[in-house]
């Protein structure tokens, strides 16, 4: 077969990504904090930039929902380092180990590896270690989440079978092998479901117990009602701003400007123009979106969110006949707030399981039904499909496990109680 090179001209189409299309997708994307952060630069930037709020306020903000934010964990353990007298080497470590705890508040390396990465001996590295963990929260520098429940259980002073427990047979007792365990420590089962209920109150990740010293809010977009059959929604002013050129700074210049001011004034002008048109795309977009969500949820709004009708990103988009990526970021860090409280735009999009149900019904199902179970004899995966096909949703045992799984809840084995028989 003979070869040859040839030149062929081909047609083709390219959406060009534009630097105003990418920033008029940014702005969409961003947070209703975000935005206000952003157009507070774009103002600093650009004298010719107004931004106003115009629209209803909050509705009864004191329903705006916290969102849990922490402030520096290091700085909450410096502060309390004052209350120590440290010589300067064990100061220096103290502040080296400290930088060197993960997000969980555990250290990473080994007593060796500190003292080689240091050039300082181990007994020292060790007495480090101790003035951390004398630290609040209890915890704070554990090795791992076993050594963080036994600095807290020598801290609260609990039993040496608690101490037994979790120092030497952590694997059994957090696997729930519980009937071994029973048998290599010569207790009853009883005695260790009331060990695992006192063990319960205590953190495997330190970190969580520090109380946070920042607060955040989660801002709703819109308020969302339902009267009589009637559907009210409210566009909240400060999560839709405004923008347009200032009339007074503009009149304030000169009329006779050189050639390069005028250069400077119009690009400027021309700035505030398009992030004009942003801002009323951003406003359009996430308003007709927030629309059909209400239109095609009325069922949520009016019974609850078991009644959540399966609906995917890809269904709406193809309803409002815009791209799927502009749903996604429309809705990030979004919400509504209804007549029982604020929740996310994304939590409305789900895939749908079978029989036109949500995913987010059946979960919903199966975290009633072990809520209700004996403790005793917790329900298995099985019993849930028997249990759902009563209802006429057709699951397989799989799937029932998966939704579990992502519920966060254990297996009917690590389910099951051992009370104590009066």
Known sequence: MDQHLSQLQIQTQKLAMTQSLRQSLEILNFSTYELEHFLREKQDENPWLKVRLKGPTLISPQRVQQQSSLSSFKDLLYTQLLDFHLTDDLAYLVHWLIDDLDEHGFLTGTLAEYAS????????????????????????????????????????????????????????????????????????????????????????????????????????????????????????GHAFPQAHVDKT?????????????????????????????????????????????????????????????????????????????TVSRAVREKYI??????????SFFSQPSVDDVSVAHVKTRIQFFIEHEDKNKPVSDQKIVDMLLLERIHLSRRVIAKYREQLGIFGSSKRKRFERKD
Not at 141 to 151: D, I, N, P, Y
Not at 161 to 176: Q, W
Not at 278 to 295: D, Y
Not at 340 to 346: P, Y
Request: net charge neutral; hydrophobic share 35%.
């Open 337 to 346: 707030q209804t007549q029982t409280g604020i929740v996310a735009l994304k």
């Open 117 to 236: 990465w240091t050039n300082k001996p181990q007994f020292l590295i060790q007495e480090a270690i101790e003035v951390i963990q004398r630290c609040e929260p209890i915890g704070i520098g554990a090795f791992s989440k076993q050594h963080a429940l036994v600095l807290q259980a020598i801290n609260k002073r609990l039993s040496a079978e608690t101490l037994d427990i979790v120092t030497n047979h952590f694997d059994l007792f957090i696997s729930k092998k519980w009937k071994e365990l029973a048998k290599n420590i010569h207790i009853s089962l009883e005695e260790i479901q009331q060990i695992a209920d006192t063990l319960s109150n205590f953190s495997t990740s330190p970190l969580q117990l520090i109380e946070q010293h920042q607060t955040a809010y989660i801002q709703p977009d819109a308020y969302v009602s339902f009267q009589n059959k009637e559907c009210t929604i409210i566009y909240y």
């Open 249 to 325: 700074y503009s009149q304030s210049l000169t009329l006779q400007m050189d050639d390069q001011t005028k250069a400077y004034v119009q690009k400027k002008t021309k700035e505030v123009e398009n992030i004009t048109f942003q801002l009323h795309w951003r406003k359009s977009t996430l308003q007709r979106i927030i629309q059909e969500v209400v239109n095609s949820q009325q069922k949520y709004f009016t019974k609850g969110p078991s009644f959540l009708v399966p609906m995917t990103m890809t269904d709406l988009a193809e309803r409002l006949e815009i791209h799927e990526s």
